[in-house]
């Protein structure tokens, strides 16, 4: 086991009416912390999601780690082959190389808030997200930057079959 020892030297504090948000309803994405912030330990940031609205469709890091913590509300979430129900105060830890995806529960919202580890910087990943949802750039345009980001997208029947 190697230990990787993150490289910052002052503390990380983001102020919630400085941090950039993309999107709104069904969607709404806080852009927190990156990668650079933290030396590489983490990227985090909060996902607010209307009754049933899908998070991310199925992919997988093949790099790191991807925590979710339910703030409020109820989420599905996409581990494997299994689909993982998570309620407030609730935690799921998916490791490297594992498929996953998350949604909020049918009829239900999800405030979640999620931690990727070790960092990749990816909020430029989520602003190209939203320029896909605004017709800016097309859907294809995110295979393009998979490996840049660490997340490869992949098929779930597991999770095409949930709802």
Request: proline share 6%; charged share 25%.
């Amino acid at each position: 086991m190697s230990l990787f020892v993150p490289k910052f030297d002052e503390t990380v504090l983001v102020r919630d009416a400085e941090a950039e948000v993309l999107g709104g309803d069904p969607v709404a994405v806080k852009l927190l912390a990156d990668s650079s912030a933290s030396g590489g330990a983490l990227s985090t940031l909060r996902v607010t999601l209307a009754e049933g609205a899908d998070g991310a469709r199925p992919h997988v890091h093949r790099n790191s780690a991807e925590m979710f913590y339910v703030l409020d509300g109820e989420a599905q979430l996409l581990s494997g082959d299994d689909i993982v129900t998570a309620q407030r105060g609730d935690l799921v830890v998916v490791p490297p190389g594992r498929p996953h995806a998350f949604a909020a529960a049918p009829g239900r919202r999800a405030d979640l808030l999620i931690v990727i580890t070790p960092g990749v910087e990816r909020f430029e990943y989520f602003r190209h997200l939203q320029r896909v949802r605004l017709g800016e750039a097309t859907p294809e345009s995110l295979l393009e930057v998979q490996d840049l980001y660490d997340n490869h997208f992949l098929r779930s029947e597991a999770w095409d079959g949930r709802r």
